[in-house]
């Protein structure tokens, strides 16, 4: 009997890539009853050299609950002991854990991200402080409406689109933080892929029908966007100078599909 609790163990952690054994872990790990969220913090691109926020916690609503009562929202502290976060660092396959926590089965309706005052973007060099309007101190809404069963693990998917958030005081020279954001769950589909050579450094955005969503590749030349309906999108690649920008029309992407798409190679002008 030993032994064979050895061979299974050392059969999950040899493929612990595997989903069997994934939630294997998830059903001894999570309590009965309730259900397992991950909180992760995901950004679209700006024009600034970084932009930084401070995240003090991530609180969520279960349906059946009032939300103006604070005794209703499940908080999930930052778990992090600095908690300020370069949005634009967040690309690629890179993301922000801001915390876990089990939750009651059933349907989450809202999750509440909480900023600090501590907010600044830094452009030619220089930090410029960001404006928090009063309003956003009791938390930015955002509405999930997803139901979780019990024994599984789900991650939502915040994305905060450091570009359309910060906003110009006129010629004041103050920058004003009014966070543009959306959450997506795991489940959601996305699109992929690598973008050479890496010094392009592009923008990658999929647009259809009006709507867009963008990020940039990281240090290997890799992108990921997120959290996308399902569609037929164009994918429209803007590199730096003096590389030369390049669309492919007419990608499919599924329902709940993870689609990875041909290596782009950038030619110069």
């Not at 599984?152 to 933080?177: H, K, P, Q, T």
């Not at 999929?206 to 240090?219: L, Q, Y």
């Amino acid at each position: 009997m030993k032994n064979t609790l050895f061979i299974m163990m050392l059969a999950c952690l040899a493929f612990s890539g595997l989903s069997s054994c994934d939630q294997q872990e998830n059903y001894n790990t999570i309590s009965e009853g309730n259900a397992k969220v991950n909180v992760l913090l995901v950004d679209a691109p700006a024009e600034y050299d970084e932009v930084w926020v401070e995240v003090l916690e991530v609180r969520i609503l279960p349906s059946d609950r009032d939300e103006n009562s604070g005794s209703a929202w499940i908080s999930i502290p930052h778990e992090s002991n600095d908690r300020k976060i370069n949005l634009l660092s967040l690309v690629g396959n890179n993301d922000a854990h801001l915390g876990s926590v089990e939750v009651p089965a059933g349907r989450v309706s809202q999750i509440r991200l909480i900023l600090g005052d501590d907010n600044y973007l830094v452009k030619d060099g220089n930090r410029i402080d960001l404006k928090t309007p009063s309003a956003q101190q009791s938390g930015l809404k955002l509405q999930v409406n997803k139901e979780f069963e019990a024994g599984r693990e789900y991650d939502l998917v915040i994305d905060f689109d450091a570009g359309r958030s910060i906003v110009r005081a006129g010629n004041s020279g103050n920058y004003i933080l009014k966070p543009v954001l959306r959450v997506v769950a795991e489940t959601a589909s996305s699109i992929q892929g690598t973008i050479l050579p890496v010094e392009a450094e592009p923008r990658v955005t999929a647009v259809r029908n009006g709507d867009s969503f963008s990020t940039f590749t990281d240090e290997n030349g890799f992108y990921r966007l997120r959290g996308i309906p399902a569609g037929t999108y164009n994918i429209v690649i803007e590199p730096k100078e003096p590389y030369l920008p390049v669309t492919i029309e007419g990608v499919n992407l599924g329902d709940g599909e993870s689609l990875t798409l041909d290596t782009v190679t950038l030619e110069t002008e």
